[in-house]
């Protein structure tokens, strides 16, 4: 306790190992998959139309719905780790200040979770 940033080392040693074992690393890694599979769809479908073996109403056709199904596996990607990132774990100190307004040495250290801002753009 003497040593807040070993502490917190500790933590993000642990927060990482969790992230990497059991069913969320597991969902994960299948999203991964999946968004790789769809992304190869959309490559796949713009190559046809470029070697003209697609008609164009045919791309404006497909694409939408491929984009669609991209976009809903991002979004479940970023949510995995939403949670971790929406709340962030800080140190601080408490410095009290002698009755001539100067600040002493830090007496002690708490740990603190507070909720961060999150920019989703």
């Known amino acids: 306790m003497e040593d807040p940033h070993l502490i917190q080392e500790e933590l993000d040693r ?7 074992v059991g069913p969320t690393k597991r969902r994960e890694d299948a999203l991964q998959r999946e968004l790789e599979r769809a992304q190869g769809s959309i490559e796949r479908l713009l190559t ?20 669609k199904r991209e976009k809903a596996i991002r979004d479940e990607l970023s949510a995995i780790d939403l949670p971790i990132a929406l709340h962030t774990c800080v140190w601080r100190t408490h410095s009290p200040t002698s009755s001539y307004g100067c600040a002493k040495q830090p007496k002690r ?13």
């Open 14 to 20: 642990r927060l990482a190992a969790a992230r990497n």
């Open 109 to 121: 250290w708490t740990f603190q979770c507070v909720n961060a801002s999150f920019d989703s753009s």
């Open 48 to 67: 046809a139309y470029q070697e003209e073996l697609l008609s164009l109403d045919d791309l404006r056709r497909r694409m939408p719905e491929l984009r």
